[in-house]
């Protein structure tokens, strides 16, 4: 069973920076996507960044230019960097991997932007 980790979380200012971690254990092997998804207090959990088996990346129009997803070599381990944090950021971040036609998703990790 595969498992996910986030870290990375915390209280930020305004315009301030962080950078998450999802860390996978189990048999990873080649996943098709792997992304961060969010979801603020009282609303519907959305997509904020993905990139493929093949390297090419998707970003929600309100983090382009801000955002950037990347994977480590061995495939086990994707970050989020976030710059020039808003306040409409704030949301639990959650790591997801579809692996053999099986989406798997981390416990979440809290992101806090003051303004």
């Known amino acids: 069973q595969v498992q996910l980790v986030e870290s990375g979380g915390g209280l930020v200012q305004a315009g301030g920076s962080l950078r998450l971690s999802c860390a996978a254990s189990g048999t990873i092997f080649s996943p098709t996507v792997m992304g961060w998804y969010r979801q603020a207090p009282g609303k519907q959990r959305e997509l904020v960044a993905e990139i493929t088996r093949g390297g090419s990346t998707n970003y929600a129009d309100s983090v382009k230019g801000r955002f950037t997803i990347s994977r480590a070599n061995a495939e086990t381990t994707v970050y989020l960097q976030m710059n020039s944090l808003k306040p409409d950021d704030t949301a639990v971040y959650y790591c997801?991997?579809?692996?053999?036609?099986?989406?798997?998703w981390g416990k979440g990790t809290l992101v806090t932007v003051s303004s």
């Open positions: 997801h991997i579809v692996l053999l036609g099986t989406t798997f």
